[in-house]
């Protein structure tokens, strides 16, 4: 009998597995196309008065899922004869195709659970995965087929995609997405860098320490774009709130059916984030452009804007010069650089580690810049697919100037959020006294109070009350002049707020006053004073000096009767009855008399009936 190699066994095996790659790209893709068609023909199906017959709708359907992809589209019927140009897109509907195309890539790069072992040892008879890059290039191309055939079936619909658009941007926008899902299959390693990059970067890239900076920097950078969404979201909230009659009129006349307004509501809700990141624009100072000759920027509305029916273009401020409600907008950005700033700092002086782990200032102004940088580039890119025409003539711009946006908001983190880090670092490593900074974790060590009870009560069993009193006063002077030393100190010890009141009360005599202690003997006054103490390290506790009277004959407690009767007690009992019972007299004295009675250890007394002993 012949038996198949194993290699060819691999081959075949990765043949199919690239197959099933480019099924799952294609499958993304019909699963995108096809949920927005359904949801276009019930739109269709509801509507009273339809303008065109499924074929129509099917292919507007095609034309919208290719707009999601950031194509631009073309609308022929116009009234002028003349094609005019569609490129806002709805961000919202990016979302989709992205995540689809992101999930297929990483299905498919990921490595089969439980290889099965061959006949020979050492090889697999199982199914073998395709490489990453394999994955990455089957999952693309079965995308993009997909693709190409939707925007070939649009070619006589009411909306059809720019041919040019399909390179750029739906190609690198889809082989982005299948990257991420690649690169999130293998573990989102943030290296090592590519063979071709230089030697300097490959070798940065290696360090550890490298990525950590990188790291921050990236997420920093992500906490300001966060923010300025979020500030130019509540922006448009503030001004639809203010404007809220005149965006009820531009939604009910657009459409008189209930399934026209709820077309309109949607489109609405897509191009939510596109309002927010207009918002962000504005804030920003740069503003956005309402056609060719009007701009909005928080000192004004310059020139005629031509503006259509829609409800969320009520947001757009009034003409003429602005007022200080206008003004308010620069707190956006302002926002952004201390959120920024926040996250850097975090980084660089955690509240859960040492001083002198700490990054230097040098070190904190890299990482903040590099995040300003990249809060300037996601800008750009954001703001550069939030606008484009919706016609010719006037209407040929629309929406925020990327190039202006991103200057702008590299400038607002970076002069605002450097400084920011530097003294949010400096408060985050202030000394102990005035914060609430620790070098180590202390949940499980016992606070101050129960540390001087506990000595109080020992004190007391010791039976020495004047001395635990002064041993009080020295250990509350030693932590009024200790705690306060800084970071520098060791961990692990508590914590003290600053309370300078503790080392005026101690100076003068614990209420302001000289008390019955404070009047010096001739004796003493001769003696000098002594010098500070050195500062303790922690868990140190003062001592006496040990009597230099024998342990059997001083009054304390430990080696009385009553505690080592107890302690003898304790231990025959963890023996097992092995031990005796406590010695009524001290062994000591036991000791001494058996030395009286009979100097010779060894020699045993006769017994009354036997023999004597020999000498």
Not at 57 to 66: E, T
């Amino acid at each position: 009998m012949t038996q198949r190699s194993p290699k060819v066994t691999v081959r075949q095996n990765r043949t199919l597995a690239l197959l099933s790659a480019l099924v799952k790209g294609a499958v993304a893709a019909g699963l995108g196309l096809g949920s927005l068609a359904v949801l276009v023909m019930v739109v269709w199906i509801s509507s009273p008065y339809p303008d065109s017959g499924p074929g129509g709708a099917l292919r507007a359907a095609a034309g919208v899922w290719l707009l999601a992809h950031g194509a631009g589209l073309v609308r022929p019927d116009t009234l002028s004869g003349v094609p005019a140009p569609v490129g806002v897109v709805p961000l919202l509907l990016v979302l989709g195709p992205v995540w689809l195309a992101h999930r297929a890539a990483r299905d498919a790069a990921e490595a089969p659970d439980e290889p099965r072992e061959g006949p020979r040892e050492g090889t697999r008879s199982g199914a073998a995965g395709p490489s990453r890059a394999g994955a990455f290039c089957a999952v693309t191309a079965g995308y993009l087929l997909v693709v190409a055939g939707a925007a070939a079936y649009a070619r006589g619909g009411p909306l059809y995609a720019d041919p040019g658009a399909l390179a750029f941007p739906v190609a690198p926008l889809v082989a982005g997405a299948a990257a991420a899902g690649v690169w999130t299959a293998a573990g989102r390693p943030l290296g090592p860098a590519p063979s071709w990059s230089p030697l300097a970067l490959q070798e940065a890239v290696a360090r550890t320490l490298f990525r950590r900076r990188a790291e921050a920097a990236l997420r920093s950078a992500a906490a300001g774009l966060a923010m300025l969404l979020g500030g130019g979201a509540l922006l448009v909230a503030v001004a639809l709130g203010r404007n809220a009659a005149a965006a009820q009129d531009a939604f009910l006349g657009l459409a008189g059916d209930w399934s026209g307004r709820i077309a309109v509501l949607l489109l609405a809700a897509a191009l939510v984030p596109n309002a927010a990141l207009w918002g962000a624009a504005y804030g920003l100072g740069p503003g956005f452009s309402l056609g060719t000759g009007a701009t909005a920027t928080p000192l004004g509305l310059d020139g005629t804007p031509a503006l259509p029916r829609f409800p969320l273009l009520a947001a757009v401020p009034d003409q003429g010069a602005g007022s200080p409600a206008n003004w308010a907008a620069l707190t956006v950005p302002v926002a952004a650089a201390l959120a920024v700033a926040w996250f850097a700092a975090r980084r660089a002086a955690p509240a859960d580690v040492p001083r002198a782990r700490a990054w230097s200032p040098r070190e904190t102004v890299l990482v903040t810049g590099l995040a300003a940088l990249g809060c300037g580039v996601g800008t750009a890119l954001l703001t550069a697919v939030a606008g484009g025409p919706l016609g010719t003539g006037e209407l040929s711009a629309f929406g925020p100037v990327w190039w202006l946006t991103a200057p702008a908001a590299l400038v607002w983190t970076a002069v605002i959020g450097v400084p920011a880090a530097l003294l949010l670092r400096l408060w985050r490593l202030r000394t102990p006294g005035w914060a609430w900074r620790r070098d180590v974790g202390e949940a499980d060590e016992p606070s101050t109070a129960e540390v001087r009870q506990e000595a109080e009560v020992r004190q007391e069993e010791a039976g020495g009350a004047g001395e635990a009193e002064d041993r009080e006063q020295g250990q509350g002077a030693e932590e009024d002049a200790g705690y306060d030393a800084g970071d520098d100190a060791a961990p692990g010890r508590p914590r003290r707020r600053w309370s300078p009141w503790r080392r005026w009360r101690a100076a003068a005599g614990g209420d302001g006053g000289a008390g019955p202690a404070d009047a010096a003997s001739p004796a003493a006054s001769s003696v000098p004073a002594p010098g500070p103490a050195p500062e303790a390290a922690p868990g140190f506790e003062p001592y006496d000096f040990l009597p230099t009277d024998p342990w059997h004959e001083t009054g304390d407690p430990w080696h009385g009767g009553a505690a080592r009767e107890a302690r003898w007690a304790s231990l025959k009992q963890g023996s097992g009855g092995l031990m005796a019972d406590f010695p009524a007299d001290r062994p000591a004295d036991r000791a001494g008399q058996a030395d009286r009675a009979d100097p010779v250890p060894d020699r045993r007394a006769p017994d009354s009936g036997g023999p004597e002993a020999t000498p």
